[in-house]
């Protein structure tokens, strides 16, 4: 008899107890009760400690079981603790892959349903900013430099994007409706002490705020890539796939809705589109009308510019740009320094229009992540169960909102005429 049975029937002798009234107690009864419900305590604890005991047991071994596993992570993951370092190795590290790979430890065949779905690869604050390529000599906006203290690093130096320049958060709403500042009145004034003669010299001034309504709502992000089911069962080149291309182009898709989404095609609104941001037209050469747009932003919205956005085609003609003996302005083709115009950084984007700037402080400008980035694997698309083929695609959802459209400036690089 285990402790459980025991305890059953310790229970039902003490309800056949519980039946008889108080004069119908025996002697031996009277006696009995005290020893039984001693018996029925003690029996109770000991199951407890037996429970216990299982618990810290189930414990230990479970523990034991995530060494074990976390032991079998790439060493990516395991040197960013909770994340991997890159896309590619979160879905290479992902449950759903690995799943996937343990009903199918010889690889899919030809007539095998491919379905892997690795939700949340990336956590929502880190869906934009963490999809960065390894270390590498290729300047393509996503090296990241080691820096020493009072050393630059001018071979690996990192380059700004513009998802480097804007705000990004996370969000739990899918549609959100804000208020939009348009212009700032300052009345900011030193306000005297009180005059009994003057009534109006006690008051305190109030700035005037001009806003406006607008809306946020999700949209989806996402691009996809074929792979073959050999890519799909080695790590290494499912990672660099992942890295190499599907990062890339849904950064470059996010940087030209944030630059020129238009409600009209379906998208949110992107800053060339909205309403309120700044504009200077051309003045004299493209030096000139850059030093205007930075006076116009001063003077209108107080604001300091963080950076200029240049198309590749004017950010190479600021390069070129000579004197009268042919010496070139900037740095040379063989010179290294800062990469700015007025002391504002420049940052290329090959999604603004050549012939314009766009300069200003991009924090103003807000990319929030509503779902966070997933990565979907299946052969359920045209013939590529028939090919061997997978369709591997990359999705997040995320709102834009604009909190204060005149912090950036439209620069008119070009003559219209």
Do not use: C
């Not at 020493?148 to 958060?169: A, C, H, S």
């Not at 779902?371 to 052969?379: D, G, P, T, Y």
């Amino acid at each position: 008899m285990n402790l459980k049975q025991k305890l059953a029937a310790l229970q039902a002798e003490a309800a056949e107890l519980r039946k008889k009234s108080a004069d119908d107690l025996t002697e031996a009864d009277v006696e009995r009760i005290p020893a039984l419900k001693a018996e029925i305590d003690d029996t109770q604890k000991k199951i407890k400690a037996q429970e216990d005991a299982a618990a810290s047991l189930k414990s230990a071994v479970e523990e034991e079981d995530q060494h074990a596993q976390d032991a079998d992570e790439p060493a990516a993951r395991k040197a960013r603790g909770d994340r991997p370092t890159t896309l590619g190795d979160a879905f290479v590290g992902s449950a759903a892959l690995k799943a996937f790979r343990e009903q199918n430890p010889s690889g899919p065949s030809k007539d095998t349903p491919i379905s892997i779905t690795a939700r949340a690869v990336a956590s929502k604050g880190q869906s934009v900013r963490a999809i960065k390529a390894p270390l590498n000599t290729i300047d393509n906006g996503d090296t990241t430099p080691t820096r020493l203290p009072g050393i630059e690093d001018v071979t690996y130096r990192k380059p700004n994007t513009l998802l480097d320049l804007i705000t990004v958060g996370v969000t739990n709403a899918q549609w959100l409706e804000y208020r939009q500042l348009i212009s700032v009145t300052n009345n900011a004034a030193i306000v005297p002490e009180a005059q009994a003669n003057n009534v109006a010299a006690n008051l305190k001034p109030i700035s005037d705020l001009a806003t406006t309504t607008a809306d946020a709502k999700a949209h989806t992000y996402a691009d996809g890539i074929e792979a073959t089911q050999q890519e799909l069962n080695d790590d290494g080149a499912l990672a660099s796939l992942i890295n190499g291309i599907l990062t890339q182009n849904l950064r470059d898709e996010i940087e030209r809705v944030v630059l020129l989404g238009d409600d009209a095609n379906g998208e949110p609104n992107g800053i060339l589109n909205t309403t309120g941001v700044l504009q200077q037209a051309f003045n004299t050469d493209m030096v000139t009308s850059v030093r205007k747009g930075k006076t116009l932003l001063r003077e209108t919205s107080n604001t300091i510019p963080q950076a200029i956005v240049l198309n590749p085609e004017d950010d190479e003609a600021f390069d070129l740009l000579k004197d009268a003996n042919e010496r070139f302005y900037g740095n040379g083709p063989f010179g290294t320094g800062p990469q700015s115009i007025w002391a504002v950084p420049r940052v290329t984007s090959a999604s603004i229009p050549q012939g314009q700037a766009l300069m200003g402080d991009f924090r103003a400008f807000q990319l929030l992540i509503f779902e966070a980035l997933s990565i979907l694997a299946f052969n359920q698309h045209k013939d590529y169960a028939q090919r061997n083929l997978v369709y591997v695609r990359a999705e997040l959802r995320a709102l834009q909102l604009f909190r204060q459209p005149a912090k950036l400036a439209v620069i008119e690089l070009e003559s219209a005429a």
